[in-house]
């Protein structure tokens, strides 16, 4: 990723906190108004923002892919990010699995682990089941795009259990904000999940971090773990950082 695309998600991530003015956006990543401009322009052109008097906010929800897309995107992070979560896994350890392609990369990785699993995620219900892995599977509305479940039943069920960790994916993830969904019964529910897990923790290739493309928000709580791959950038980690409680694994699973 070259400086000026670096530059450009700094703007992004600013622009989703809120702010909007070009001067204050020009001081924050030390270039000038002129540069902020072009920088805004581009980003519109690409559709990640929509130009303001003065600023920007970000862009409308963009489209949902299908699991089947979404799993062919990024998948040498994907498969990166779902090694290195392993090290986060102790046996005997009850786990939560939130819907996605990253989680569900993660999921298929369990097999031979002796711990117990809570998912909706159907795309790993056989696969786990079939390991001999313990699972209770959430009810609910499942929905097509990501294979997940969602809905009253899927809460109500999980409202009754509390799990050791919970790992969950997201549209996005925005340090200070939480996590970006398109649907408000999906961050609904990774919000319930965060609440009945004792560790959370949140699998995101670096293309989600900083990102707001969704209008739907499931707060963080005051300490989690963030686990990314290997180009996710120092400015891209910095916020992150910078945020009492958050710890951050980044590349290649540890020996």
Not at 76 to 97: F, P, T
Not at 112 to 135: C, D, F
Not at 213 to 240: K, Y
Request: overall charge neutral; hydrophobic content about 45%.
């Amino acid at each position: 990723m070259n400086r000026t695309e670096r530059r450009r998600r700094r703007l992004l991530e600013l622009i989703t906190a809120g702010e909007e003015d070009v001067d204050v956006l020009a001081a924050a990543v030390e270039v000038s108004a002129s540069t902020i401009r072009r920088d805004l322009a581009a980003l519109a052109e690409d559709g990640r923002i929509t130009r303001t008097y003065g600023g920007a906010v970000p862009a409308r929800p963009l489209a949902e892919h299908p699991l089947t897309t979404r799993e062919a995107l990024h998948r040498a992070a994907k498969a990166e990010i779902a090694e290195r979560a392993l090290d986060l896994v102790e046996d005997g350890d009850s786990l939560l699995l939130d819907a996605g392609s990253t989680v569900a990369a993660f999921g298929r990785l369990l097999v031979g682990r002796r711990v117990r699993v809570v998912t909706g995620n159907m795309a790993l219900v056989a696969p786990l089941i079939q390991a001999g892995i313990e699972v209770t599977v959430l009810g609910g509305v499942v929905r097509p795009l990501s294979m997940g479940v969602v809905g009253p039943l899927a809460e109500a069920v999980l409202r009754r259990l509390t799990v050791d960790k919970a790992f969950l994916g997201a549209d996005g993830v925005v340090a200070g904000r939480g996590l970006c969904e398109a649907r408000p019964e999906q961050s609904a529910l990774k919000e319930l999940m965060m609440a009945q897990a004792a560790r959370v923790v949140v699998l995101a290739d670096a293309s989600k971090l900083g990102m707001a493309g969704q209008p739907c928000w499931a707060p963080l709580p005051g300490a989690w773990t963030l686990v990314t791959d290997a180009q996710a950038t120092d400015e891209q980690i910095r916020p992150f950082l910078r945020t009492a409680g958050v710890a951050v694994l980044r590349g290649p699973r540890s020996t």
